[in-house]
């Protein structure tokens, strides 16, 4: 009889090392919480044929509020907008026609 739950088992190996944005072709739209009530919305995935400053311009002006382009070692370029704007940013990338509704994946609570 051998235990089970005292093997070691990596349940992110397989996601370990891949660059999602590239390889799935998704958008991912994440939420990162910072301190107290205050969070992040980190967009990834963003082709990069698409010039990221005026998409963060653009997202700014339309929801009012802050945010930047921030180069991440592992996917690259990251779009960071302040407050939970997951909703706001799937809307706005499939009206301008950035990216189809199918191709966004949302993370998050």
Do not use: W
């Not at 390889?23 to 205050?38: A, E, P, T, Y």
């Not at 990338?93 to 199918?102: C, N, P």
Request: charged residues 25%.
């Amino acid at each position: 009889m051998s235990i089970q739950n005292l093997s070691t088992f990596d349940p992110f190996a397989d996601a370990a090392g891949r660059d999602e944005g590239v390889q799935d072709g998704l958008v991912h739209i994440r939420i990162q919480q910072r301190n107290g009530r205050k969070t992040l919305t980190t967009v990834q995935g963003l082709s990069a044929d698409y010039d990221l400053k005026k998409i963060v311009r653009a997202c700014k002006k339309e929801f009012a509020c802050n945010g930047t382009v921030v180069e991440h070692p592992e996917y690259g370029e990251v779009l960071q907008m302040q407050g939970d704007q997951r909703e706001n940013i799937c809307q706005f990338l499939t009206k301008v026609g950035l990216v189809k509704s199918d191709q966004i994946k949302v993370h998050g609570f």
